[in-house]
């Protein structure tokens, strides 16, 4: 009777033993995850999201930060994954819109895991506390049974600080790179006359680091001068992962009044992060001897009467087809218009609040001069439409609450077309038009996203 009893125990412990076994990995819910390693394999979900910040912290304002998403399923990837974006939930981080993703397979405790990595760069824009906010993926993996299932996972994030350099106060005028160049130029001799232009030139560039940081040129404006600056150029390559960033500037500067005549210099802080060391880059003042402007030529008194005979046909001639130019240039002004308004009435007419913002932002950068605050609410200033704030305001709201109600784009449209009359009313004439390239090396860069809005900077 014993030797019965003890064998039914025996055979019922492997049953109980069984009853305790979890569910295998594609019945269980998956869920939020650990960022810094996978789950092991006998408790595998059937998704798993790494998140991985390079470097952890802490980081210098303007440093590069590499945040590299790692998706992780047992079985197959049933469709191309939508990453999500990389957003702060405290402090303000500049997200660059390029990323790379690399397939790959990985083994974790006896389990083979098919592998994407996407790796995307940012760039703190302000000192103080910066926390990632947490990273939902939503993904259709390969099941047990071969056929497509959903599943999601969570990343959480570690928290890094940002901080200025030692001896740093303007961050508006530092270089985080650890490489940097700065050169610049002039076309034209040192003693102009009155009413010639002098152009100087601008060139930086940098390693690890994006265009849109590089600060502009600080050229002022001096007294007894008129400034004309060209869009600033900003060019950003990637090879094999290294950013390569490159801002280029123009301005002319005609004088008014003969004399002596100093154009302004300035400097900029470059810091390379590898050795903590800061040094100042400068551009040097550039002292002109403006002369007088030259005497026009006179006629002699020898034709007058014969010159009477043609003067009032030929002006007469001439005042029409004057008249003809100015109408043939009123109309050209008004069907060419740039690309980024294009761009911005497009996103307007489709009401595209996404699109209107990055619009937004190219559209304002070209019109505002270097060296100036570079904000929505300065240009609105300089072209005494204050309609302008207000519909970015409008435009930020809607972004704000997440597509909610309808955004119309017509006011903010109107808004920016009042900015470009008054400013062309306020421009002067130079009569020089700038062509495109006629074989250009790259495509036009997207903008980055920021994470708060453009104008609250």
């Known amino acids: 009777m014993m030797r019965r009893v003890g064998l039914l125990l025996i055979l019922a412990i492997p049953a109980q033993a069984q009853d305790r076994t979890p569910d295998p990995p594609w019945r269980q819910r998956s869920g939020q995850v650990p960022s810094d390693r996978p789950i092991p394999a006998q408790n595998a979900a059937p998704f798993v999201l790494r998140v991985v910040v390079s470097p952890e912290g802490p980081v210098w304002v303007g440093q590069r930060i590499t945040v590299t998403?790692?998706?992780?399923?047992?079985?197959?990837?049933?469709?191309?994954?939508?990453?999500?974006?990389?957003?702060?939930?405290?402090?303000?981080?500049?997200?660059?819109?390029?990323?790379?993703?690399?397939?790959?397979?990985?083994?974790?405790?006896?389990?083979?895991?098919?592998?994407?990595?996407?790796?995307?760069?940012?760039?703190?824009?302000?000192?103080?506390p910066l926390v990632i906010a947490p990273i939902v993926m939503a993904v259709r993996v390969g099941g047990p049974d071969g056929q497509a299932m959903a599943a999601e996972a969570t990343a959480e994030v570690r928290p890094i600080t940002a901080r200025l350099p030692p001896g740093v106060e303007d961050a508006a005028r530092l270089v985080v790179a650890p490489a940097f160049r700065?050169?610049?130029?002039?076309?034209g001799g040192e003693q102009p006359r009155v009413g010639e232009a002098v152009v100087r030139t601008l060139r930086m560039e940098a390693e690890d680091t994006a265009a849109m940081l590089l600060p502009p040129g600080a050229w002022g404006e001096p007294e007894g001068v008129?400034?004309?600056?060209?869009?600033?150029?900003?060019?950003?390559?990637?090879?094999?992962?290294?950013?390569?960033?490159?801002?280029?500037?123009?301005?002319?500067?005609?004088?008014?009044?003969?004399?002596?005549?100093?154009?302004?210099?300035?400097?900029?802080?470059?810091?390379?992060?590898?050795?903590?060391?800061?040094?100042?880059?400068?551009?040097?003042?550039?002292?002109?001897?403006?002369?007088?402007?030259?005497?026009?030529?006179?006629?002699?008194?020898?034709?007058?009467?014969?010159?009477?005979?043609?003067?009032?046909?030929?002006?007469?001639?001439a005042a029409a087809a004057l008249a003809g130019l100015l109408l043939w240039s009123w109309r050209r002004r008004r069907l060419a218009r740039p690309a980024p308004f294009r761009a911005l009435a497009a996103?307007?007419?489709?009401?595209?609040?996404?699109?209107?913002?990055?619009?937004?932002?190219?559209?304002?950068?070209?019109?505002?001069?270097?060296?100036?605050?570079?904000?929505?609410?300065?240009?609105?200033?300089r072209a005494e439409v204050p309609e302008l704030v207000e519909q970015a305001a409008r435009l930020d709201a809607q972004l704000a609450s997440h597509?909610?109600?309808?955004?119309?784009?017509?006011?903010?449209?109107?808004?920016?077309?009042?900015?470009?009359r008054s400013l062309h009313r306020a421009a002067p004439r130079t009569g020089r038009v700038a062509l495109p390239a006629l074989n250009p090396t790259s495509l036009p860069r997207r903008a980055p996203r920021l994470t708060q809005p453009y104008w609250l900077r």
């Open 69 to 128: 998403l790692t998706a992780m399923t047992p079985v197959r990837f049933a469709a191309p994954p939508a990453w999500p974006d990389v957003t702060a939930s405290t402090g303000r981080l500049l997200v660059l819109p390029e990323a790379s993703t690399v397939p790959g397979s990985e083994r974790v405790d006896g389990q083979t895991y098919s592998v994407l990595q996407h790796t995307v760069s940012a760039f703190a824009a302000a000192p103080g």
């Open 182 to 187: 700065m050169t610049a130029g002039v076309e």
């Open 226 to 317: 008129r400034t004309y600056p060209d869009p600033p150029v900003l060019q950003d390559r990637s090879d094999r992962g290294n950013l390569h960033a490159l801002r280029s500037e123009r301005v002319a500067f005609v004088p008014q009044r003969p004399g002596k005549l100093e154009l302004p210099g300035f400097s900029v802080t470059w810091f390379e992060p590898r050795s903590g060391r800061a040094r100042e880059v400068r551009v040097e003042p550039l002292q002109l001897d403006v002369l007088p402007a030259a005497a026009g030529g006179g006629t002699t008194a020898a034709e007058p009467k014969r010159r009477e005979r043609w003067l009032l046909p030929a002006g007469t001639g």
């Open 347 to 381: 996103a307007c007419r489709t009401r595209d609040p996404k699109a209107a913002l990055r619009a937004l932002y190219h559209w304002a950068d070209g019109l505002l001069p270097p060296g100036s605050e570079r904000t929505i609410a300065a240009l609105a200033r």
């Open 403 to 420: 597509g909610a109600g309808r955004w119309e784009g017509r006011p903010l449209l109107d808004a920016a077309r009042r900015v470009e």
